[in-house]
């Protein structure tokens, strides 16, 4: 009887041990799924960019034999790729954890596009450009909290998803990214759908304005038609002691993306949008109805797995004298005609040889030629290295 019970017991141990080390292998298995749904990815970019007749170099200003200031190189009134020489781009680090159910994405840019990018923030959030999570209510339903790169336009920050490695005027005067709340949702048969309630637009860490800025989308196999509604200045300001309502009031977007496959090897991209910034300043001295509108074709051809030729044809009208062109005058425009090359050498890098053609209206003070005097056009010459991982 006595033998019979100390192999029970044995037996029982022998029993339990083999349960906890299969609860232990099977969290281990667990855990290292988890682990594979976090990932890292980013990219490093670099170019050099010369005008063929355009200013170079900066120029310094001086002044009772003191620099009081500089001008400036040549560049086109985009964002980004704008200084002549050798320049750097950025370095964009990225993590994230894809679940089932949840999710997040952490973005830091670091470098001047990064710093153009996040323009509005300072301090610690100055690196921050994407910080979201996001809830996969069901199949059909995900809602995301938190701040994220714009749906409107063609192009984006990141010059891994661009094609030109310089950016469109339509995308540089639209809005960068927003923070707040946004629910996609699948309608099923390619249709798809999106609204969203923000601060306003770029001011990612806080916000200057009590009223929300409000977002939509309809989507249909590949095209957007996208919506952004919202006051974009501050309540208050304080001029000289004294409190004041500033005259700001609503911005509104309207934006088509979209594009299609003709054959094979060849694509068209489309965008086109119209901004209207309301009557904006801060007295009645303050020119109103200001914005723009514009449109562009990208059409790419694949010749080979190794390269890709791409054009960019963007009109941007001003309205009003909105500022981007740089002429000072009122309802201005400006053609610019972008030829880029992609070449991928390996799995990681892109080298981008571009050559952009700016020609406008009127004489602009970005396009100063090496006389320091204005001009209407400007060409200039790229190379960019994006090397993705």
């Known amino acids: 009887m006595k ?199 770029d001011f990612t860490s806080a916000s200057r304005q009590s009223d929300f800025s409000f977002g939509a989308q309809i989507g249909y196999a590949g095209q957007f038609l996208n919506f952004l509604y919202g006051k974009q200045g501050a309540d208050k300001i304080v ?7 500033p005259n700001i009031q609503g911005l509104f977007q309207v934006d088509y993306t979209g594009g299609f496959n003709i054959g094979e090897d060849f694509f068209l991209g489309i965008n086109a949008t119209y901004q209207d910034t309301g009557d904006v300043g801060f007295d009645e001295n303050t020119p109103s109805d200001l914005g723009f509108w514009g449109a562009a074709l990208y059409p790419q051809y694949t010749f080979s797995e190794t390269f890709t030729l791409g054009l960019r044809g963007e009109y941007f009208q001003e309205v009003g004298d909105f500022g981007a062109i740089g002429t000072g005058v009122e309802d201005s425009n400006v053609l610019a005609v972008t030829l880029s090359g992609n070449v991928t050498i390996g799995k990681f890098l892109t080298i981008i040889p571009e050559i952009r053609f700016d020609n406008a209206s009127d004489d602009s003070f970005l396009f100063l030629n090496k006389d320091l005097e204005t001009s209407k056009n400007l060409s200039s010459f790229l190379l960019a290295a994006v090397f993705a991982f």
């Open 3 to 201: 033998l019979f019970t100390n192999t029970s017991y044995i037996k029982n141990l022998f029993l339990l041990a083999l349960l906890l080390l299969g609860s232990a292998a099977f969290a281990q298995e667990e855990e290292e799924e988890e682990k594979k749904k976090i990932s890292f990815s980013g990219s490093v970019d670099a170019y050099y960019r010369t005008n063929f007749n355009g200013l170079n170099s900066v120029v310094p200003i001086v002044e009772g034999g003191e620099e009081i200031g500089e001008i400036s190189p040549s560049a086109p009134g985009s964002s980004f790729a704008n200084n002549s020489g050798f320049a750097l781009g950025m370095v964009n680090l990225i993590a994230g954890y894809e679940g089932k159910k949840v999710g997040f994405v952490a973005d830091l840019v670091f470098g001047p596009r990064g710093e153009d990018a996040v323009f509005n923030d300072s301090g610690p959030t100055s690196i921050i450009n994407q910080l979201y999570v996001y809830w996969n209510v069901s199949d059909k339903v995900t809602l995301t909290f938190g701040n994220w790169n714009t749906f409107l336009g063609y192009e984006v920050i990141s010059p891994v998803a661009n094609f030109n490695y310089s950016t469109s005027y339509m995308f540089s005067y639209g809005p960068f990214s927003h923070n707040g709340l946004k629910a996609d949702f699948d309608l099923g048969n390619d249709w798809s759908a999106m609204v969203a309630i923000m601060n306003q637009t």
């Open 239 to 245: 001029n000289d002691g004294v409190i004041e309502e």
